[in-house]
């Protein structure tokens, strides 16, 4: 007889917590259905951008800040209704 056949052979079963995994649902447009094409409209937005300008004479963007002072509204892409109240979703 072999040394693996004098032994039987065990397994280890390790019990772990379940693991939570976060399911979020599709967003919805409430007044056509639309769930594909959003846009959000942010007001009084600061934009700075730094180029870095070739020797061609073209210009290359190396960094860009944001600062919003404004509202930001939340819009349905198809009937353009107003979804803000949904952004938290997001």
Same mark, same amino acid.
């Not at 639309?34 to 409209?41: D, H, M, P, W």
């Not at 919003?68 to 353009?80: L, T």
């Given at each position: ?7 039987? =052979? ?67 892409? =198809? ?12």
């Amino acid at each position: 007889m072999t040394k693996n056949a004098e032994r039987p =052979r065990r397994h280890r079963i390790v019990a772990r917590r379940p693991v939570t995994v976060m399911v979020r649902e599709k967003l919805v447009c409430p007044y056509c259905g639309n769930q594909e094409e959003f846009y959000e409209v942010t007001e009084n937005a600061y934009v700075l951008v730094q180029y870095l300008q070739n020797e061609d004479g073209t210009f290359v963007p190396i960094n860009e800040e944001m600062e919003v002072s404004g509202p930001v509204r939340f819009y349905c892409g =198809r009937c353009q209704a107003d979804l803000s109240h949904l952004r938290d979703k997001l």
